[in-house]
């Protein structure tokens, strides 16, 4: 087991590089599935998350080689269709797979993925998306075990744009027989990264990006040349976060501010200064930080994934700001551990209220789940006089590569530790 020590106050300064997305790596890795022969992934972040989904795969025959930045991916042969609880329970995003098995081998048994920190996280929306388009499936002991003889064309209309849900019933629908029509689909950049690379494999998919998605079904892909994944906005939006807090900064290259407008705006508001530059963005932090109301909204809102990094922000700003958390029903996990070092915030339902002080105090804490790690991560950065120390960091290692490095590059004292 590691933990992070900070020994925080150093305004962070000087340029730092964003790492492919977390979560359009693994969508993508997971369509492999759909074209038989290798697939060559550029810009893959080196995550636990990505190697759980790697590791899953090669239980079902997938080879994967690493070499000069390229993620080859062998979907030649395909001997298995099982995702084991043991690894599903630690990355609900396993259930990713089952859309690209059942177009592939149209069979698939996977763990159903549990409760989740944040929230209960269903995975009905998926189901009935499969249902609608012939899949068979029943749960026996924990496992849903569906099967198709050729999947159906369908229209699907989704209660509420689920990110996966629409990863998934896209990655069914491009092998699928006729049109199927996705409606009040998500729009979040990593689905257009999705289609982009099924398309490069020959899908047929229009509307990606916004609410309707219509795919023409074809009866094979074949390997896409080469893909690069897109940047992580999550990971931008906390570097950018980051520098306001320290007030600090910092160029942020390689983002893309297109897919961080409700981020650069509540930023502003607080009163950091955002420029765009050729190949990103440089985040200049100011005294006093401004408290302003955030609300997550699915894309293009403010994203759920930066609201526990945004509240730490808050919590040294001048004023008060009301934090809405429209997303999930549990996300406010990170809270507590905030009070622990000095946050005043109170909650009510889906609200928070954060009074801000004028400074954080150092404390030891503990990460509940990935983004409140980064959270917690940012308040060390400014808590003066001591040590701050982030304990369970396994959860940030799932979704952040070398955070402590990047930090530590931006002039921040900050470690790892054995403990
Ligand atoms: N929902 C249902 N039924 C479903 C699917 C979703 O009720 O069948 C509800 C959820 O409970 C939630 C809302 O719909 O209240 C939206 O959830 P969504 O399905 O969009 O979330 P997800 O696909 O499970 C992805 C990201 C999350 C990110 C959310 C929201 C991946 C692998 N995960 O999850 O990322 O918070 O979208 O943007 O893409 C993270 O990276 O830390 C993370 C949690």
Redesign the pocket.
Not at 118 to 128: E, S, T, V
């Given at each position: 087991m590691e933990k992070i020590v900070i020994e925080g106050g150093a305004p962070l300064k000087g340029a730092v590089r964003v790492s492919g997305a977390?979560?359009a790596a693994?969508?993508v890795i997971a369509a492999c599935f759909l074209a038989q022969g290798t697939h060559r992934l550029k810009n893959v972040p080196h995550l636990k998350?990505v190697q759980t989904i790697k590791t899953i795969m090669s239980g079902m025959g997938v080879g994967f080689s690493e070499e000069n930045g390229v993620l080859s991916v062998d979907t030649a042969e395909v001997s298995g269709y099982f995702a084991p609880y043991g690894l599903v329970k630690t990355m609900?995003?396993s259930?990713?797979l089952l859309g690209p098995l059942l177009a592939r081998l149209g069979r698939a048994k996977i763990s159903l993925p549990g409760g989740?920190a944040?929230?209960?996280?269903?995975?009905?929306?998926?189901?009935?998306a499969l249902a609608a388009m012939g899949v068979d499936m029943f749960l026996d002991r924990g496992y849903i075990n569906a099967t198709v003889d050729r999947l159906k064309g369908a229209k699907i209309f989704?209660?509420?744009?689920?990110?996966?849900?629409?990863?998934n019933i896209l990655m069914a629908a491009v092998r699928a027989e006729g049109t199927t029509i996705l409606e009040n689909a998500?729009k979040?950049p990593?689905i257009v990264d999705l289609a982009d690379f099924l398309r490069a494999m020959g899908a047929h998919i229009e509307g990606d990006g916004t609410d309707t998605i219509v795919v023409e079904g074809v009866k094979e892909l074949s390997p896409a040349p080469e893909h690069s994944i897109i940047p992580d906005r999550?990971e931008a939006g906390t570097l950018m976060i980051a520098a306001a807090i320290t007030k600090g900064s910092v160029s942020i290259e390689g983002c893309r501010p297109e897919h961080l407008a409700a981020v650069i705006e509540k930023l502003h508001s607080a009163g950091a200064t955002v420029r765009e530059m050729q190949n990103g963005l440089v985040v200049q932090g100011q005294d006093p930080i401004i408290s302003v109301d955030i609300e997550t909204m699915?894309?293009p809102g403010f994203?759920?994934?930066l609201q526990a990094q945004f509240m730490a922000l808050m919590c040294i700003a001048k004023g008060s700001s009301v934090i809405r958390e429209t997303?999930?029903?549990n996300r406010f996990i990170h809270v507590s551990e905030l009070r622990r070092m000095g946050a005043e915030i109170r909650i009510r339902g889906n609200q928070a209220l954060v009074v801000g002080k004028e400074r954080l105090l150092p404390a030891p804490v503990m990460a509940t789940?990935?983004?409140a790690s980064a959270s917690l991560v940012l308040a060390g950065l400014v808590a003066e006089g001591g040590r701050t120390e982030v304990n369970r960091i396994y959860h940030l290692d799932?979704?952040y590569e070398a955070l402590e490095k990047k930090f530590q590059a931006l002039g921040a004292s900050i470690w790892r530790e054995k403990i």
């Open positions: 977390k979560n693994l969508p998350d609900r995003a259930i990713l989740c944040i929230g209960a996280r269903p995975i009905n929306l998926h189901l009935r989704f209660d509420i744009p689920t990110v996966t849900g629409t990863e998500a979040e990593e999550i699915p894309f994203p759920t994934d997303v999930f029903e789940d990935l983004r799932r979704g």
